[in-house]
Structure formats: C-alpha cells, structure tokens
C-alpha cells in the first residue's frame, strides 16, 4: 500500500492524547544547557558543570522544525526554558520565527530575570504572552548565595520592566528549601497580597545526581501553608488556564496577586500531565521525574530526514509517557531521585 500523504495522517485540529487519555498539548523547550547564575540546586558545588557543544544543541531551523511538527499534531503551547534561555545568541529572532507559527497560541517563556530588563519588551514585541521568572529570595545577599550572582537589584528591575512591557500576570517561581529561603515564605506571600504580581512556591524535587535535595531540605505544600498560616485564611481561586500545575489562592480578600503551590513530590498531577520536554541535547522526555529519553537529534540529523520521522518520534514518546513518576513512592524505597540535569531538562 502507498505510504499515504503526512497531511491525511496528521489532519489539522488533531488533538495528540497518550495512552492513559491525556491530552498532550504542551511542549517545554531548553534552548541551552548554559546559564548566568550557578544555582545551589543546579550546581550544588557552585562550579562548572560540563557543558554541551554548540554542535550538541540542537539549532534554530531544527528547533523550528520540531515545534511545527508538534503543532502539526495538535500540540498548542510551548515554553522556552534552559540553562537560561535569554543567553542563547538570537532568541529574538527565534522568538519571532514561533510567533509566526499558526496554530501555536501561547508561547511562554521561564527566566532567572537577569538579564529580562533588556529583552522584556523585545519578548513581548515577538509574540510571547506569558513569563515566569524565578526567585528564590527577596533578600539582595542572601541572592548572591544562592546564585552565585550579586545581581538581585538587576533581576527586580527586569521583573518591574516586564510588567511595564504588558506581561500579565507576570509570576515569580520560589523553590522552597529548608534551611536556605524557608524564613521568607510569608514575605513572599505578602508580596502576592500587596502587589499584582502572582508568586507560586514550588516543592524542591530530587533532580540531578549531585542535588541538594534530602527530607531535611524538602518542605511540602502543606508545611509551606501551616508556616503562613498566621497570615489569614487563604481563599482559594478557581483554576485558570494560566495555572498550570498550581493550586491557587489568594491571601486575603483584597489580595491584589495570586499566590499559587506547584506539588510535584506531595499531591504531584500527573494524571493532569500535558507535557513533552525537549532536552538542550535534543533529547525528548516524556516524563520530568522519570530519566528515559529518546534522541530526537540523532533522527533530526539523518539524511534526509521528513517532517513525518519528526511526529512519528514525538508519537512514539507520547505513547511511552509514564502513567505517573510514583517519586514519593521510589524515595521512600530509597530508589533515588532522577539523575537528569535540570539546565538540560528545563524544570
Ligand atoms: N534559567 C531559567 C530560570 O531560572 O527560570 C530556566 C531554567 S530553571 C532550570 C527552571 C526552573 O527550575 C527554575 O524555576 C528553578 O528554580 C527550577 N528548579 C531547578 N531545580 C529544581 C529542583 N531541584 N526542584 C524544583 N525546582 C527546581
């Protein structure tokens, strides 16, 4: 029989679901594994970790190539992630190029901020509509410590810029960790009260062989709730579609921002998981919390390779995506955590 046409395969409006029903319709992109801060949980003993080649990156065109065979699929959403996505030479142009994709409705990005009061409005020019910067504290030398990096002042400036370049919500992600910015949860949490910036505490997770993580660092959502609790009574908030993962709340009635908790290890979501990840390597993972990958590099590298071998792999991922990560489960039988590298992975 003849191989029929990739369009009759592939017909638009497809909606890409996985084995277990979900609907699979978000892809997160890391453009590079390098990055301007050396985060305690990213490089635990604050030095360089090896880096990828740039022949090891996968390069813009195929970048391209993929996001349209995902969108070909049914795919809609996608952010780009890193290392830090902003030090990768031409991501404006490539921000542009995504922006043109049809079908392709919400491009967002993640950013440590550092570099955000340059490019914000650049970003939001090309097309992307939602932005998360991380910040793990609002202490200026405690920042330092854990970035490595003496630029809070920067990074707050880019925060404000990308609020004065339209972003909105603009949301700060605070991984919690015992021992390190747990004192600061409820400035945080006031932060989401006094101004309209949305902040989402996230569960430290056990990524990376060298990771910081261990019971003493970690702190579930529901401590991090017990420990702001003298703030009043968190009024919940129905989930937009802008929530991703987290649960939402507002703290207080008159809150003018959201505060929201993302629980991948204690109320994880995986039966809601929409994602596929795209390594900086060009590696697909289905799975965050699970280590198996697939080389999509190596099939984007072959000899003539089709848009069709391109769906066919991001098919074939989708099938293997694991029904859950059972993380909770693994560590409490000491299996471990997972041993990707988050730069690569992209959170
Ligand atoms: N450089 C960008 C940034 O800082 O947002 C994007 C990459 S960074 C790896 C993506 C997110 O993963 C950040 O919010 C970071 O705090 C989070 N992250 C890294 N390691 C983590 C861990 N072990 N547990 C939870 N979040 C983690």
Same mark, same amino acid.
Request: hydrophobic share 35%; with cysteine; aromatic share 6%.
């Given at each position: ?20 029903? =979900?609907?699979?319709? +978000? ?32 390069? +813009?065109?195929?970048?391209? =190539? ?7 699929l ?62 793990? /504290? ?30 909105s ?13 747990? #004192? ?8 989401? =009260? #006094? ?9 430290? $997770?056990?990524i ?7 019971? #003493? /660092? ?17 009024i919940?908030v ?7 993962p987290?649960? $939402? ?22 039966d ?6 795209? /390594?900086?390597e060009?590696r ?16 984007? =590298?072959?000899?003539?390779? /089709? ?18 990560h ?22």
């Open positions: 029989m003849p191989a029929r046409k990739s369009a009759e395969r592939f017909p638009e409006h497809t909606v890409l679901t996985d084995l277990f029903s =979900r609907t699979i319709s +978000y892809l997160r992109l890391s453009l590079t594994d390098r990055c301007n801060l050396r985060c305690i949980y990213c490089r635990p003993d604050g030095g360089e970790q090896e880096k990828l080649g740039h022949a090891d990156m996968l390069t +813009y065109e195929e970048l391209l =190539r993929v996001v349209r065979a995902a969108v070909s049914g795919m809609n959403k996608l952010r780009l992630t890193g290392g830090e996505p902003l030090v990768r030479k031409g991501i404006m142009d490539f921000a542009r190029q995504l922006g043109e994709i049809k079908g392709l409705r919400d491009i967002r990005i993640t950013t440590n901020g550092v570099l955000l009061e340059q490019y914000a409005e650049g970003l939001r020019a090309a097309g992307i509509n939602k932005i998360n910067i991380s910040l793990d /504290t609002l202490k200026p030398e405690r920042f330092a410590q854990i970035t490595g990096a003496d630029c809070f002042q920067q990074v707050w400036r880019g925060i404000e810029q990308a609020r004065a370049a339209g972003f919500p603009v949301k700060l992600n605070m991984v919690v960790m015992r021992g390190v910015n747990d #004192d600061e949860l409820a400035d945080f949490a006031c932060l989401s =009260r #006094d101004t309209n910036l949305h902040v989402r505490f996230i569960e430290f $997770m056990p990376g062989s060298r990771s910081r993580w261990n019971r #003493d /660092t970690y702190l579930c959502s529901d401590q991090i709730k017990q420990r702001i609790s003298h703030l009043g009574k968190l919940p129905p989930r937009s579609e802008t929530d991703g987290a649960s $939402m709340f507002r703290v207080g009635s008159d809150a003018k921002g959201k505060l929201g908790f993302i629980s991948p290890i204690s109320h994880h979501f995986c809601r998981c929409n994602r596929l990840r795209l /390594t900086s060009g697909l993972r289905a799975c965050l919390l699970h280590d198996a990958e697939t080389d999509l590099r190596a099939v984007l =590298r072959q000899d003539g390779c /089709t848009d069709e071998e391109i769906r066919e792999t991001l098919l074939a991922v989708v099938r293997s995506k694991p029904q859950g059972r993380m909770e489960e693994r560590l409490r039988e000491q299996e471990g955590g997972c041993h990707g590298r988050m730069s690569r992975i992209g959170g």
